[in-house]
């Protein structure tokens, strides 16, 4: 009746090179290799452009020249290194819709999330820790606090620039110098911010970018001369990278998998909690570490929710990641398409009930829909494993004490939410659950002062917020 | 009390009947409410969309004077402009009803005649609702007797923000008695509500003394409609539609002014209650500026050019 049209996002305003190199020491040089590997829009799968795969010699050029650079970096007065750093926030500022678009085109997310979350918490985060490089001595670690010098670190697909701001921002303001290496699948903002970093003045080497999958990601984490490894992504490759570290004087920090228990309580507010969940699950198409991948709700309220919860799925937009009005978008790539397949068909080959609203597919590009098991036992594979994708496994509890004991009972402990209006019954779960973030009667919010990272197989150490200095300082 | 709905005559049997199922409702949390019609609010409407929800949004306007200074003339002018709101252009749409004081319905329903836009009427000691039970249902007849076909009345909101749940169910349900035939709109005067939680209350004690349709506000009181109040007033239609197998209409009025205000207002009820509720019959904007920004959207998307304000009658 009303039919929403078309609302693309211009894709004008973004100027992707048919190939890059990689950034090493503030220029843009041609990897010593040979390898080369193509990024595609997962929309589309239309090529975007083709990117160096950088070897074990490029990620010592990379090292060294971020080893250069340290003196230079970590010498500076602090409030010197803040200028660098407000600059590139700014510099974000106004090229966040150029940004968002690009993010949305290699990564396949809705051009609405990248635009309001991704972009605005990418400035946010340079802003914030910005702010701390002058303020180091009364961050509680100590009188004057030191950097450790290389930063190696590995990001994932979900929030490309995300993640970079993540990693990068506190960095700087510690006095240290990285050597990033983007996802393979979500190269170009990582790149585009090497751009940044050259029109910001950042002094050649305090940022490389080397680009590559699995091979390039170990080179670096091994180097000798790195001193920092940070790590986000699946538990598999942390445990791998914990491994390579283990013995050398490197300083980790890992951010790993999750799958959060979302608990409603049935005096929560139905309404909110429904968008909650949707959130979620569905925001960025579940590919949230943190994301509530479990639904535990009071039995009592479970028909009722579900209801609401189906009728409210039936009304999202699944479709072109730049059309303004699209609420789901693209899955990453084939791999992680296959991957949230074999996890769905398992969890209907063990008994769980699988539900989706009616929704066109594309004919091209990567895709999956919104899918809700019920009936899901604590045994099955898709409560246990992460799916990573938009796949909601819902069970049910009756008390508070067996809702705890179902959300702590997963290797996992990144994450969760209670949905409850009895504010002593938020409190008591909070204390008991075991999980680096509890949200109470919202999901899946972030801000730069606040600290975030998991417990048991979600990894360690803590990023954002005072804590998130931590990982980067002599402490 | 004969118009009470079945399913809810135990509910309506005492104040602390009334007071147990109200407050039994689920909460409303204002954070994720907000939220929630801010999202809805970026929702990008152009083009074959927007000239559609242009021409609907004409479509459901109740166009509206409530001044101490409306004369008869100014009404005839706007019931005028009611059934041709362009009237360089015949494809625009009539609007669904001009909205005046008791006083100047006899006025409008001649204005109106054979037009099928309908007559609706402020009653019940509009806009403060402080008079007594019988100025009230004078107040309602008077205007039915003079031919509004529909009924925009005020609740009692102290009444009802001092838990007296019952005097408000029995004065709606009274002026619902008066109305006869005429549809009743039940004005919550959500401004003066102060949370989400009461608004969500107060529809259902609205719809269940027998509302056609629930209304945020009288535009005498700031903030008046909101999207968030309306968001919170759909769902409560919605649901009570589920639980009681009854349609209500929402109408948010007042400080709705432009035409990308009236598409978030339709983008919320598509979303929200359903397309189901995307008609006349069951929405309304009532408002009176709206009209002329409307037009003006409507032509350009027709033109590619704005034409001046001038070009639009002030009426």
């Known amino acids: 009746m009303f039919e929403y049209a078309p609302a693309p996002e211009s894709r004008d305003i973004v100027d992707i090179r048919p190939s890059y190199g990689l950034f090493i020491n503030g220029e843009w040089v041609d990897p010593l290799g040979e390898g080369r590997d193509k990024t595609v829009n997962p929309a589309s799968e239309e090529v975007l452009a083709e990117v160096a795969v950088a070897g074990e010699a490029d990620v010592d050029r990379a090292v060294q020249a971020a080893r250069k650079a340290f003196a230079v970096w970590s010498a500076m007065p602090g409030s010197e290194r803040a200028k660098y ?57 100590g009188p004057s606090p030191q950097p450790l010098g290389v930063a190696g670190q590995v990001i994932p697909w979900n929030f490309p620039l995300l993640m970079l701001a993540w990693k990068i921002a506190p960095a700087l303001a510690c006095g240290n110098t990285v050597v990033l290496k983007p996802a393979e699948t ?21 940022v490389n970018i080397v680009t590559g999958a699995g091979e390039t990601g170990a080179a670096l984490v091994a180097h000798p001369d790195v001193d920092k490894v940070a ?6 490759v942390g445990r791998l990278i914990a491994r390579s570290v283990a013995g050398s004087r490197k300083k980790l920090t890992l951010e790993l998998g999750g799958k959060a228990a979302n608990i409603v309580f049935e005096d929560a507010a139905l309404d909110q909690a429904v968008e909650g969940i949707v959130n979620g699950i569905f925001f960025n198409q579940g590919h949230v570490c943190c994301a509530g991948s479990r639904l535990l709700v009071q039995e009592s309220v479970a028909e009722e929710l579900l209801d609401a919860l189906k009728r409210r799925l039936s ?27 074999e996890l769905s068909e398992a969890g209907e080959a063990e008994g769980a009930e699988r539900w989706s609203p009616a929704c066109p597919i594309p004919d091209k590009g ?27 496994s819902v069970l049910t509890f009756r008390t508070p004490a067996e809702a705890v004991e179902k959300a702590n009972n997963t290797p996992y402990g990144l994450s969760a939410g209670v949905w409850t209006e009895k504010g002593s019954l938020m409190l008591w779960m909070a204390s008991r659950l075991r999980a680096g973030v509890v949200w109470s009667n919202t999901f899946n919010k972030f801000d730069p002062t606040s600290p975030f990272g998991g417990y048991k197989e979600s990894g360690y150490g803590r990023e954002g917020g005072r804590h998130g200095l931590e990982a980067y300082l002599a402490v | 009390m004969s118009t009470t709905t079945t399913p809810f005559a135990e509910v309506a049997a005492s104040t602390s009947t009334l007071r147990a199922f109200l407050h039994g409702l689920p909460g409303v949390d204002r954070v994720g409410a907000d939220a929630r019609a801010a999202m809805l609010g970026t929702r990008s409407i152009k083009t074959t969309a927007k000239r559609q929800a242009i021409d609907l949004a004409i479509r459901m306007v109740d166009l509206t004077t409530l001044e101490g200074a409306d004369t008869v003339g100014k009404v005839r002018a706007m019931c005028a402009k009611a ?42 000691a509009f806009p403060s609702g402080r008079s007594s039970l019988e100025v009230k249902v004078a107040d309602t007849e008077l205007a039915v007797a003079a031919g509004a076909s529909e009924i925009d009345m005020v ?8 838990g007296d749940y019952l005097t408000v169910y029995e004065q709606i349900a009274a002026v619902k008695g008066a109305c006869g035939s005429a549809h009743l709109k039940v004005i919550l005067e959500t401004g003066e509500l102060a949370t989400y939680d009461n608004v969500r209350r107060a529809s259902w004690l609205a719809m269940i003394a027998g509302a056609d349709f629930i209304k945020t506000s009288t535009g005498k009181v700031s903030p008046a409609a909101t999207l968030p109040v309306t968001l919170v007033m759909l769902e409560a239609v919605r649901d009570f539609l589920r639980t009681a197998g009854r349609k209500v209409g929402v109408k948010p009025a007042g400080g709705i002014r432009t035409t990308k205000d009236a598409i978030k207002y339709l ?9 189901d509720w995307l008609d006349p019959d069951w929405f309304r904007l009532g408002a009176s500026s709206l009209l002329n920004d409307l037009l003006m959207q409507r032509q350009k998307m027709a033109s590619g050019r704005y034409a001046g304000p001038d070009y639009f009658t002030l009426d």
Not at chain 1, 369 to 390: D, L
């Open chain 2, 267 to 275: 983008v919320l009820v598509n979303e929200t209650a359903g397309p």
């Open chain 1, 85 to 141: 750093i407000f600059r590139i926030a700014r510099i974000i500022q106004e090229r966040a819709r150029e940004l968002a678009v690009l993010e949305s085109l290699d990564n396949g997310k809705p051009i609405r999330e990248s635009r309001d979350v991704d972009l605005p918490l990418v400035a946010a985060h340079f802003f914030y820790y910005a702010g701390w490089a002058d303020k180091l001595s009364y961050a509680g670690f």
């Open chain 2, 83 to 124: 059934i041709h709101p362009d009237p360089t252009d015949p494809s625009v749409p009539a609007v669904a009803a001009v909205c005046v004081y008791p006083d100047l319905v006899a006025t409008a329903v001649q204005a109106l005649k054979g037009s099928g836009v309908k007559v609706a009427s402020v009653a019940t």
């Open chain 1, 186 to 206: 979500t190269p170009l903002t990582a790149l585009a911010f090497a751009e940044i970093c050259r029109q910001a003045d950042l002094p050649p080497g305090v």
């Open chain 2, 155 to 162: 609740i009692d909101r102290g009444a009802f923000l001092s």
């Open chain 1, 366 to 392: 990567f895709w999956f829909p919104p899918t809700i098991f019920t009936g899901v036992a604590q045994s099955h594979r898709i409560a246990r494993e992460e799916i990573f994708g938009p796949v909601l």
């Open chain 1, 231 to 236: 790590f986000t992504g699946s538990t598999e």
């Open chain 1, 315 to 341: 009304t999202l937009r699944l479709g072109d990641p730049l059309d303004k009005n699209t609420d789901i978008g693209a899955i990453n790539s084939a791999a992680q398409l296959a991957k949230i397949r």
